[in-house]
């Protein structure tokens, strides 16, 4: 297997060490879209499974949300192959739920019928965890989306419980820079699968991304501020929440003289 830099390896065990994402007899299913993020999870993985002396086993999903009538994705199975992880592909009409409730964001439909499916997979195969391919440049967009779209200082978490399905979500490339993943994937020529999606480079996440990067030419130290602004430590002074109507009458008639 080709060696991932000795800073990536150290920064992808830092982020399985710190977070405790993966554990003795795990059985974790990796949200495989094709995509080079994806890609390079799973062959990361592969490559953790070799060097941690952890039992855990792998497996790969990729969704086939049915946009295109030639996703094709032979190439993934033969991946998975030859990293000795087994490849399943579940078709999901998510197209068809799109047009058929256009009032809905399309965005938030894909994702949660595309969740939800691997999820329902993961059930049904006994794994107990999903890995997704989610790096630190996602965490600081989210981050940033959050504040632009609704005010809350947010973004999603290196591991997540989910109650309902009783799956833990890992991210186990959160401290790796999505720059250092594409020249890694080009350099081993991994088959990367253009995202199907019809408004790929289109959305809201595409114009946060752009803007950060507009905003870095003049603001150099802007990424490394927002990654640290995703930690609990960062918070400052803040206002308190908005105090309702009703906690605010007595003080509101003390000073009108009622």
């Not at 039992?55 to 999903?61: D, Q």
């Not at 640290?228 to 929440?241: D, F, M, T, V, Y």
Request: with cysteine; proline share 3%; aromatic share 10%.
């Amino acid at each position: 297997m080709i060696e991932l830099s000795k800073s990536m390896f150290s920064r992808l065990t830092r982020a399985v060490v710190e977070f405790e994402l993966i554990d003795e007899d795990d059985k974790i299913l990796i949200g495989l879209s094709g995509g080079k993020d994806s890609l390079f999870l799973t062959y990361a993985l592969a490559l953790l499974k070799q060097r941690f002396k952890k039992n855990f086993t792998l497996t790969a999903l990729t969704i086939n949300p049915k946009f295109n009538a030639d996703f094709n994705v032979d190439s993934l199975t033969d991946f998975c192959r030859n990293l000795n992880i087994d490849h399943a592909i579940e078709d999901v009409d998510i197209a068809g739920v799109i047009e058929a409730t256009p009032n809905k964001k399309p965005c938030f439909t894909c994702a949660y019928f595309r969740r939800a499916a691997i999820n329902r997979y993961a059930n049904s195969i006994g794994a107990n965890k999903v890995a997704y391919a989610h790096h630190l440049d996602d965490a600081v967009e989210t981050f940033m989306m959050s504040l632009l779209s609704s005010g809350q200082l947010t973004t999603f978490t290196p591991k997540t419980y989910l109650d309902r399905s009783k799956i833990t979500v890992i991210r186990p490339l959160v401290y790796l820079r999505e720059f250092e993943i594409s020249k890694f994937v080009r350099k081993s020529n991994f088959n990367v699968i253009k995202s199907p999606c019809p408004i790929d480079g289109k959305t809201n996440r595409q114009t946060v991304k752009e803007l950060i990067a507009e905003l870095s030419k003049k603001f150099p130290d802007l990424f490394a501020h927002l990654s640290a602004g995703i930690r609990k430590s960062a918070i400052g002074e803040l206002w308190n929440s908005p105090k309702t109507r009703e906690e605010m009458k007595a003080a509101y008639y003390s000073y009108l003289g009622k």
